[in-house]
């Protein structure tokens, strides 16, 4: 069972990628990641609806991943982070999706 909040080592387990893969998608953007001082974290949540919105049904998909996005809003709102910090996770998720 994978844990709500991931880091490089457990996303890279998570996706059945190298952790040096990984990094080369967080440099080209290319995968939902926060920053966190010199980590990076990975929610869950976002990187399954990444790795959904990635999928052939990309339209169907989108609205899904939107409302996906608002209830993951709520949650940070809800764990006391800034309307920064959730504005910075939510662009990074939809440019990477």
Do not use: C, H
């Not at 953007?29 to 990309?58: C, E, H, N, T």
């Amino acid at each position: 069972m994978f844990r709500e909040v991931m880091d490089v080592e457990e996303v890279s387990e998570y996706l059945g990628l190298g952790k040096a893969k990984v990094y080369q998608l967080i440099e080209k953007k290319q995968i939902p990641a926060s920053r966190i001082g010199k980590q990076y974290r990975f929610l869950k949540r976002i990187v399954d609806a990444w790795l959904s919105s990635s999928v052939i049904m990309k339209n169907s998909v989108d609205s899904d991943f939107q409302n996906l996005l608002w209830d993951i809003r709520k949650d940070f709102v809800d764990a006391g982070y800034t309307q920064t910090d959730i504005d910075q996770a939510v662009a990074k998720a939809k440019k990477a999706a």
